[in-house]
């Protein structure tokens, strides 16, 4: 059971261009999180989906879109990267979203721009 | 959303119990209060979650004030390996689709 699988684990961009991070997961969960993490601090919400074909903005959504085409994928897209998006981006899911269902992150994205 | 408070940082020694303390004063009746750990930058572990009542589970237990403004995480036999950001997280309802806030955490230094 691989739970929530982020690819790729890093990478590196330069100002301007474009990407996807790709999450994924095997849980049959309905939602999922997108969250950003910048050195020492906590993590912040960018975009969640409450189920396939829904998405939603959360704490800091400007510069990202997202994606749920499929229920087990989540994707998270960069159009025209900046220095500022250099973080660890994190994908969570959640059976529900009821206060009683914990969230299952992945290992994370360590995205650089240059 | 309900706040959280926790100290920045904490020591313990390898063997002995780590009590990591957290306060919500603002939590609602419906929020569940809930503990994930971070251990060196990998994706946030859940640990334990808990409503009104004290929790036990293999990994920690969760005590739960009375008034529920505040919480306890207890690591019974804390190791090396649970040196990690701790963050206590009070779970907004469920019509906000489950998000968590989290904050900085208590960064939980285990020593041998």
């Known amino acids: 059971n691989a739970g929530v699988t982020q690819t790729p684990k890093f990478r590196v961009l330069k100002t301007g261009q474009s990407m996807t991070l790709l999450c994924a997961q095997d849980m049959n969960h309905e939602y999922m999180y997108w969250y950003r993490q910048d050195p020492g601090m906590g993590l912040r919400l960018i975009h969640y989906?409450?189920?396939?074909?829904?998405?939603a903005k959360g704490e800091v959504p400007d510069g990202y879109n997202v994606s749920r085409l499929k229920k087990q994928n989540f994707l998270l897209g960069l159009e025209s990267a900046a220095p500022s998006q250099t973080s660890v981006y994190f994908c969570a899911s959640s059976y529900r979203g009821s206060s009683n269902q914990p969230q299952h992150f992945g290992d994370g994205t360590r995205l650089s721009i240059l | 959303d309900a706040k959280t408070t926790q100290p920045t940082s904490m020591d313990c020694a390898e063997g002995r119990a780590a009590n990591l303390p957290c306060n919500h004063s603002t939590i609602s009746g419906n929020e569940y209060v809930y503990w994930y750990r971070q251990i060196h930058s990998q994706g946030p572990q859940y640990i334990i979650h808990g409503l009104k009542n004290n929790e036990t589970n293999e990994m920690a237990s969760l005590i739960i004030t009375e008034d529920r403004k505040s919480s306890t995480l207890i690591l019974p036999h804390a190791t090396l390996r649970d040196t990690a950001v701790y963050y206590c997280i009070v779970r907004v309802a469920s019509t906000n689709a489950g998000k968590s806030t989290f904050g900085d955490g208590t960064t939980l230094t285990v020593k041998p």
């Open positions: 989906s409450v189920g396939e074909g829904t998405t």
